[in-house]
């Protein structure tokens, strides 16, 4: 089993920046990819940004150029900086992580980090 635990969020004022950091523990053979997801009341849940295979990153239109992924493989974290946040970047933010052995076959999840972006 895998654990993700979040920390970082809060709340901040447009224009503002925070950090978000997900550590994962427990029976981690490999990570394919880790990331964060968001999900604002009333909407979907989306992704935000990840990395793939410790290389790729992948970014929301939304977010792009604003965020920064950035992962230490070797404690299995990702970290999430947050610049020039907006009123619409309010959400519950969660951490993903894909794990196994010799596929990506297992999905985890954090149990959520509320970020509240208001003046």
């Not at 909407?43 to 992962?71: D, M, P, W």
Request: hydrophobic letters at 35%; proline letters at 3%; a positive charge.
């Amino acid at each position: 089993q895998v654990q993700l635990v979040e920390s970082g969020g809060g709340l901040v004022e447009p224009g503002g920046s925070l950090t978000l950091s997900c550590a994962a523990s427990g029976s981690i053979f490999r990570t394919w990819s880790m990331g964060w997801y968001r999900q604002a009341p009333g909407k979907q849940r989306e992704l935000v940004a990840n990395i793939v295979n410790h290389g790729s990153r992948n970014y929301a239109a939304s977010v792009k150029g604003r965020f920064t992924v950035s992962e230490d493989s070797a404690k299995n974290a990702v970290y999430l900086q947050m610049n020039n946040l907006k009123f619409e970047d309010s959400a519950v933010y969660y951490c993903r992580a894909v794990t196994g052995r010799a596929a990506p076959t297992n999905e985890y999840w954090g149990q959520g980090t509320q970020v509240t972006v208001s003046s």
